[in-house]
């Protein structure tokens, strides 16, 4: 009896789960709350238009794209748990940097209140608030992107050294699914704050989460291998990969060492691996992100329903749980691989297939959208779970093709990619909106600003084939890296 309760196995790489995911959560609430409160509670003060916005999260992308980079090398320098904790500090601090660009504003202009601000009709002034307002709010985005940008490559490396690969696509969706919650409990939170103790705590709120995370994560990580509530049992369970790609690669080199050798910064980029992820990732990130700070936006330019009203929290609170979905994201690559006989790589590209097609529902999202605004966020929501489903994966096809310690690396580098993607979808929807309502453009039966919308749905509706396509031509199947 004893020896049953000895070798039973311990479940403590679902707790590192739980805190990845919460962490996850925290990540998209706070990038969420400038998009929630810029056309009802920001705009009006600092006389922006879809442009500024626009050149705000574009700038927000790049920062992103630029910083992540450099922050898997960061994490795979640090090692998981020290590079976590600097990385979920440095955003918290961005987040509430954002809550005192309104004092910094009004101190600049001379004025003391935001009232005043707002109440300014002289254009020389005005053009002074828009352009001190918006450099104010990107320093502030600057410093959220750098820390933001540790998030996913220290989450992936985490799951690469907790969970073997069979499992690592239902980890990654579940921690990813952090994401989906964040964006759920943001448009039924973050518009109440603002307009019942201003924008401005709403920024400091939710960016002081960050930091009660922190406070868990320095008692609760450690590597597994010395953690004292993984168990032996646990432990094999979580290493079972090491005989299987010694086979794979048919060498007698154990795969532990294999591991312990380091890529270069310049032979990451010598890979199709390394390419294919990059494409991936830089063909649908700016999907979501598109989503994720322009859904509110829609609503109320082409519906006329504020952050703020009922109806438009509901909207969107009802779009982002019908993400949670891509928890299947998860478990159809593992269906592949036990019941279909695949390896890692088959069974994730066959996934990622069938979840690109789902997003082709969005060029139906405005025409639709004409009897009534819930099919366009129903829609949003389906596209929305398949790119979070196709995340979950493309995330874990660089830990089942290159060694752990370049895991943060590569997936940095492909979240440059995807950052350089949000960064021109963003840009250019701002762009494309004023000019659309400026123009009154007319496009596909549609009119105005929603002409402009049906553009960019129309994009986001393709990325995921045309980036699934490259990926398959570049890395037709499955390859270990190897470092010799």
């Keep these: 009896m004893n020896q049953a309760t000895t070798t039973k196995m311990t479940n403590y790489r679902w707790v590192i789960c739980m805190m990845l995911f919460f962490a996850t959560t925290i990540n998209y609430m706070d990038r969420q709350v400038l998009s929630l409160t810029w056309v009802d509670f920001i705009a009006p003060e600092f006389h922006w238009t879809n442009t500024h916005y626009g050149l705000i999260t574009s700038l927000f992308s790049l920062f992103y794209a630029v910083s992540m980079l450099f922050a898997g090398r960061f994490v795979d320098k640090l090692d998981t748990k020290k590079g976590f904790l600097w990385a979920i500090g440095v955003w918290s601090v961005g987040a509430c940097l954002h809550a005192i660009c309104g004092i910094a504003t009004e101190w600049w202009v001379g004025v003391d209140s935001a009232a005043a601000l707002a ?17 104010m709010f990107i320093f502030a985005r600057l410093i959220l992107a750098l820390g933001e940008a540790g998030n996913f490559p220290a989450a992936i490396k985490a799951t690469a050294e907790y969970f073997p690969k069979k499992d690592r696509a239902y980890a990654t969706s579940i921690f990813n699914a952090g994401a989906t919650v964040g964006a759920l409990v943001a448009p039924i939170t973050i518009p109440v704050i603002a307009k019942h103790f201003g924008w401005e705590m709403s920024f400091l709120i939710i960016g002081a989460l960050g930091f009660v995370w922190m406070g868990f994560w320095v008692f609760v990580y450690k590597k597994p291998e010395v953690h004292p509530r993984v168990n032996k049992a646990e432990l094999d369970y979580i290493l079972q990969d090491v005989e299987k790609d010694k086979a794979v690669e048919h060498e007698d080199v154990p795969a532990e060492a294999k591991e312990e050798k380091k890529l270069t910064f310049k032979q990451c980029f010598k890979f199709r691996q390394t390419w294919a992820f990059a494409v991936g990732k830089f063909m649908t990130d700016g999907v979501w992100w598109f989503f994720l700070f322009w859904m509110p936006a829609y609503l109320s330019q082409v519906y006329g329903m504020p952050s703020s009203d009922p109806k438009a929290q509901i909207a969107i609170f009802v779009l982002y ?60 929501g389906i596209a929305g779970a398949a790119h979070q ?32 993607g949000s960064m021109l979808i963003n840009f250019g929807s701002g762009r494309l909106f004023d000019f659309a309502e400026r123009t009154d453009m007319k496009l596909f039966g549609f009119q105005g600003i929603e002409s402009g919308y049906m553009i960019i749905f129309s994009i986001c509706a393709v990325a995921y084939l045309i980036g699934w396509i ?14 010799e």
């Design 389 to 420: 489903a196709w995340s979950a994966n493309i995330f874990s096809t660089v830990g089942d093709m290159f060694p752990k310690s370049a895991i943060a690396t590569i997936t940095g580098i492909g979240g440059m990619a995807g950052g350089i």
């Design 119 to 135: 109440a300014v009709s002289d254009v020389k002034t005005v053009a002074t608030i828009i352009n001190v307002s918006v450099t």
């Design 470 to 483: 490259i990926m398959k031509s570049l890395v037709p199947k499955y390859e270990i890296i190897t470092v």
């Design 321 to 380: 749980a019908i993400t949670l979905l891509s928890i299947i994201g998860g478990w159809l690559p593992s269906y592949f691989v036990e019941k279909k006989g695949m390896n890692p790589y088959a069974g994730r590209m066959r996934a990622m297939l069938i979840f690109a097609f789902f997003p082709l529902l969005a060029l139906f999202a405005q025409p639709l959208g004409y009897y009534t605004y819930w099919i366009p966020v129903i829609i949003v």
